[in-house]
């Protein structure tokens, strides 16, 4: 049967609006839960004050005289995360270089479906294995009472957002026409000069991206984190057991209500307006760097 132009015409149509449709409701569940977001979180912050919630060092939310200050929580989410990406990123990348461009045929088979698996697991399995393993080892190594700290809890964000900046480095780095490094070469250049000043540059947008993934997944993690840093709301210290915002609200949802409740919904908006300016300003740094 032959196809007709109309009947391919009708069936791109139809494409198009299908995902435009698909694409129309993600930016609406966007904005309804942005929309929910400030509903729910702005009332907090109106009674108990905008200054005494961001910068108050004390929380006590079921206290006689609760408090509700979430700077401990801000501070410890912004260490961790940088922490996990100062650690993660470096390693990360030479990985996937490695993986891309330098390891033979037979390495790559084998170690990019175990990447692949690192990346499936669930959260949930890192912190059991943190709890059991990681804990423990910090506890003996650094002389510590209690293992579970913020610098367990960098290790485990480590190693839960490595299979993200390795797969996606990875498929940038493959992406690079092959033409840009034979073009390197037959100028003089060796094989790594080829890959760090060809191959790297011309895929730097991708590896940006694999940078905010990682990122995207350090802050929003809650359950792992939460069964190896001890989940006690302390100011940030490397050897301390604290409690970052997404752990926040998991630890208390279950059973607040009034002010304390409110107060989650706060952090939760929090917590969305740092995710967004964090995404936003890596955004404009991708443009920058385009241009």
Do not use: H
């Not at 479906?113 to 690192?118: F, G, M, N, Q, S």
């Amino acid at each position: 049967m032959i196809r007709t132009k109309s009947s391919n015409w009708d069936l791109e149509t139809g494409a198009r609006l299908f995902f435009l449709c698909l694409g129309l409701i993600n930016i609406a569940l966007v904005i309804l839960i942005s929309i929910y977001l400030i509903i729910a979180g702005l009332p907090a912050i109106a009674e108990i004050g905008l200054v005494d919630f961001l910068f108050g060092a004390e929380w006590a939310s079921t206290a006689a005289e609760p408090k509700f200050g979430i700077l401990a929580f801000i501070l410890t989410s912004f260490y961790g995360t940088a922490g996990a990406i100062v650690l993660g990123l470096p390693l990360g990348f030479f990985c996937a270089v490695y993986l891309a461009k330098l390891a033979p045929a037979k390495v790559s088979a084998v170690v990019e479906p175990v990447i692949d698996l690192l990346a499936g697991i669930p959260s949930v399995v890192y912190g059991f294995i943190g709890m059991l393993v990681l804990v423990p080892l910090v506890q003996r190594v650094f002389g510590l009472p209690d293992g579970a700290s913020l610098l367990a809890a960098i290790f485990v964000l480590t190693i839960m957002i490595l299979p993200s900046i390795i797969k996606v480095s990875i498929t940038s780095l493959r992406a690079v026409p092959e033409e840009y490094e034979l073009g390197s070469l037959a100028l003089g250049a060796n094989k790594i000069e080829t890959v760090f000043r060809v191959s790297v540059v011309a895929a730097k947008s991708g590896i940006a991206s694999a940078v905010v993934l990682g990122v995207g997944r350090a802050i929003g993690e809650a359950m792992a984190v939460m069964m190896v840093a001890g989940n006690v709301p302390n100011m940030p210290g490397l050897f301390e057991s604290v409690r970052f915002l997404t752990t926040a609200v998991a630890s208390e949802m279950s059973y607040a209500s009034g002010l304390q409740r409110d107060a989650l919904f706060s952090i939760a908006l929090v917590l969305f307006v740092f995710i967004m300016m964090i995404n936003a300003t890596l955004n404009l740094v991708l443009k920058k760097g385009r241009a």
